[in-house]
């Protein structure tokens, strides 16, 4: 039964193992080395790694496997709590998997004198797992008491912590079930002592009773003393040499001490077997499950933290780039350190839209590349949280695992704009880092392309304004809400806006380019027609430059006034 | 003399020089710039698309510095204008502050309006004062001429920003000319710098930057000074663009207030940075003369 379930998860987990690391070459995302067949990614991926080993770029790697990987270096500068819990829970878990786990493979390789219930190796493996345990309540704990600013828990985090707990927790209590059990007792006083008389049996009992934790049916508290001095002497002759104090087994002794009022019936119904079935059955689960939860992060993160020390920014091939940011979407363990930190993350606490927050964009994005269909709104949701950032690129500095988050958006950023329905917020400050960076890196009609779509996009409601044929209703306005700075009700239409306005001023047909120059605008909110105003392209040419405001007699605050026509317009596309 | 530092977001991820030559000389002159890992974006691009997450943005990184009692020095003069203009919004409507202090108590903060948000050039040049910086000047500069870029966000709406007269500002040239610089007198000095519509009208904004430039050359200056990241870039960056074309003449550099001051602090020019720059500006050197 143990080895069936055993080959079955194992095999379970190299094939998943394979089929994940498999879909670092074949999946995609964003606009980076597309169309590249998996077999050549698999290929660049291998010379890179050739080139790395042979040059001196193989130091930086140990150096970052040692203080990133192993240290855990980028934990601690988040965090001290953080890295306290990661490491107990890692150091912890993995000691345990080798020491305890793997005990016939490794540690009897090892140790030629391994006995798991001899000490060290005894006490040891409790204390491994007091370590685990203590990790998983400070992870619990930061999940679900503290609860940092914006720190968001999916299923998957539930999952990953509920998983190590139960192997902890059910390993203990196992421990605890056996210390206590009689049948244990006597199961090892027949396999291993080998006693035949039956004083000496119940002399090493009455021991086992007062100092070990077992309960027994037959001995009970007070116990004579001369039974205890000639029960230790067996306990000596037979026992000791491969059985530590149940007392160094700490948590399990606890344990045992906690249950024995019950037992001796816990003992009776099998409770032991339950246990451990559900001990195994556990870790079984956890290592099958493995490559598809978060605890993938285990393999994708230190490859990721190494790949992004040792692969250049700017020379990489497109193909390893795009190989690394499919890496980096599994190594991402939705610890929420970019989200704390986000420079936008007011504007997500305003607007609601959690995908302004990189942790999120994270889950939707691996979603996105393992060719899940978005819904209308989470496309619309997810474009315009990608391009609600303000590029500070503090995200990629702080994330733990190292993931290259600022280059991510940018490529992913392209291709939402390319695929997607014209987004208005292209036309505000948020393009300032496309129009500067990005640009030089995509063609030419790639980076226009969003920007002319969403000018459409505005523009093209408010078709009239441009022919001077037609006339406007002056109750057209009539219903619609009225913009919030109400000092345009103050123009007297003396044109000083337009005359100091240099976007106004850097064309010899103005009119025709910016639709409505400044006063215009102000008079038709006068007017009641506001939808009009919002349709000039002049909204969305302002400087922001103030100087209209600045000399306008009448305190009409006219850039404000713009910059609140732009809010009205983004809005009534379903955004903010 | 003590600032919490507020960079923005454009200074970290792309002019680090000008954070690194500002910590230089403010090192230089006493004054302590603490870094707040809980600032964020000051709101200006918000300001376009959803006006109380502006507000909120700003209202956020006011609040924070109000926690640690300090007043902010600010580096990026649209950042400035952006806090003013909120710090203006929410103590003019108690409405609007209740509703941002309902959101900001998620995070335990408050917006009192007790601390004072200050651009470097203003902090300069009113905390520190110019006796002091004069002081502390080891060498001065011979027959640089500089145009002295203000800045729209800094100087407009003046009601609301506070930095200097709008229509003939002094604080910047001042700063100039105790290097031992002269600060020309050029026409578009208080004009945009295009940077707010790159990446929306790239025409446009080149536009505006290039009529700057040229005006700048015009007036015989040998250099931009500029203190704001958005400004820096539209210079460096942008202008490395339009030098691509012939007809655009040959660059002019831009350079940074604390590099221009550093250099005359004794600083190296490592340190503040002066090869990072796009547009090769190491000709300053020549400019100086020991005292």
């Known amino acids: 039964m143990f080895d069936y379930l055993f080959f079955t998860s194992l095999t379970l987990f190299l094939l998943g193992l394979i089929y994940k690391i498999s879909t670092w070459f074949t999946r995609n995302i964003g606009i980076l080395g597309k169309n590249i067949k998996a077999s050549q990614r698999m290929l660049s991926a291998a010379r890179g790694i050739f080139h790395v080993m042979g040059s001196h770029k193989v130091l930086t790697l140990l150096n970052t496997f040692l203080l990133d990987v192993l240290f855990q270096r980028r934990i601690l500068k988040e965090d001290l709590l953080r890295w306290v819990a990661h490491m107990l829970i890692f150091y912890g878990f993995m000691l345990l998997l080798f020491m305890h786990a793997l005990e016939s493979v490794v540690s009897e390789a090892i140790f030629s004198d391994y006995y798991s219930t001899l000490n060290p190796f005894f006490f040891l493996r409790d204390f491994f797992g007091a370590m685990v345990l203590a990790g998983v309540i400070i992870a619990a704990l930061r999940r679900y008491i503290l609860r940092p600013q914006r720190l968001r828990t999916s299923p998957m985090d539930h999952y990953a912590i509920i998983i190590v707990a139960v192997i902890m927790l059910s390993g203990i209590a196992l421990e605890g079930l056996k210390i206590a059990s009689y049948t244990e007792f006597q199961r090892m006083v027949e396999d291993y002592a080998g006693l035949d008389d039956e004083d000496e049996i119940q002399a090493l009992e009455a021991v086992w009773v007062r100092d070990y934790g077992t309960a027994s049916p037959n001995i009970k508290e007070p116990i004579d003393e001369d039974l205890i001095s000639s029960g230790r002497e067996v306990h000596e002759n037979n026992c000791m040499d491969c059985h530590s104090s149940a007392k160094w087994a700490f948590n399990g002794y606890a344990t045992a001490k906690i249950i024995s009022p019950a037992a001796l019936w816990l003992d009776r119904v099998g409770s032991i077997t339950l246990v451990w079935y559900i001990h195994i059955i556990t870790c079984f689960i956890g290592m099958a499950y493995l490559p598809f939860s978060k605890m993938f992060h285990l393999i994708a993160t230190p490859f990721t933290l190494i790949a992004n020390k040792v692969m250049d920014p700017v020379k990489s091939l497109p193909a390893n780039i795009l190989t690394r940011q499919i890496m980096e979407l599994d190594a991402c363990t939705h610890c929420g350190s970019c989200s704390l930190n986000c420079s936008a993350a007011m504007v997500f606490e305003a607007a609601g839209n959690e995908y302004i927050l990189p942790s999120e964009k994270m889950g939707l994005l691996k979603d996105l590349a393992s060719g899940k269909k978005l819904n209308d709104q989470q496309y619309r949701a997810i474009q315009e949280g990608v391009y609600l950032c303000t590029n500070c690129d503090r995200c990629t500095v702080r994330c733990p695992s190292g993931i290259r988050l600022k280059e991510l958006w940018y490529s992913v950023r392209e291709e939402l704009l390319a695929s997607g329905p014209p987004l208005p917020h292209v036309l505000t400050p948020y393009s300032f880092a496309r129009g500067l960076i990005i640009q030089d890196t995509i063609s030419a009609d790639e980076y226009t392309r969003p920007i002319e779509t969403a000018r459409q996009a505005v523009a093209g409601r408010f078709i009239n304004l441009m022919n001077p044929d037609i006339a406007i209703p002056l109750n057209a306005g009539g219903s619609q809400p009225v913009i919030m700075d109400t000092t345009y009700t103050h123009c007297f239409s003396c044109q000083s806006c337009t005359t100091v306005c240099p976007v106004v001023g850097n064309y010899d047909n103005p009119e025709q380019e910016v639709g409505l120059l400044p006063h215009q605008i102000m008079c038709c909110l006068g007017l009641g027609l506001t939808e009009m105003a919002s349709g000039a392209q002049m909204i969305w040419d302002c400087l922001t430059c103030y100087k209209c405001q600045e000399n306008c007699p009448q305190q009409v605050e006219v850039c404000d006034v713009l910059f609140r026509l732009k809010n009205t317009a983004v809005e009534s596309f379903g955004g903010g | ?291």
């Open chain 2, 1 to 291: 003399m003590k600032f919490a530092l507020f960079q923005g977001c454009n200074i970290p991820a792309r002019v680090e020089q000008y954070a690194h030559a500002t910590q230089a000389v403010a090192t230089k002159l006493g004054i302590e710039l603490v870094e707040i890992s809980e600032f964020n974006c000051c709101g200006y691009p918000a300001r376009n698309t959803d006006y109380r997450a502006f507000v909120l943005s700003a209202a956020k990184n006011m609040a924070v510095a109000e926690s640690v009692g300090l007043d902010m020095l600010v580096m990026c003069k649209c950042c400035y204008g952006s806090l003013k203009k909120a710090a203006y919004l929410l103590n003019q409507d108690q409405a609007l502050k209740a509703e941002i202090n309902r959101f900001l108590a998620k995070e335990n903060l408050e917006y009192k309006n007790s601390i004072q948000v200050k651009h470097l050039l203003s902090a300069l040049y009113h905390d520190v004062g110019m006796e002091h910086l004069k002081s502390k000047i080891a060498k001065t500069y011979s027959g640089l001429q500089i145009a002295t870029s203000y800045g729209c966000h800094a100087l407009r709406p003046s009601n609301v920003t506070d930095f200097d007269d709008p229509v003939s500002p002094r604080i910047f040239d001042e700063l100039v000319e105790i290097t031992g610089a002269f600060s020309v007198q050029w026409a578009r000095k208080l004009d945009c710098c295009g940077a707010p519509l790159t990446g929306i009208n790239d025409r446009l904004a080149m536009d505006m930057a290039q009529k700057k430039i040229t005006s700048a050359r015009e007036a015989g200056a040998h250099f931009i000074c500029t203190a704001c990241p958005y400004t820096h870039l539209q210079f460096d960056v942008v202008q490395a663009r339009l030098a691509s074309n012939p007809e655009n003449g040959q660059p002019l550099a831009p350079i940074l207030y604390p590099q221009l001051l550093g250099l005359c602090l004794g600083i190296d020019e490592k340190t503040l940075g002066i090869k990072e720059n796009e547009i090769d500006l190491s000709g300053i050197a020549s400019f100086l003369m020991a005292e």
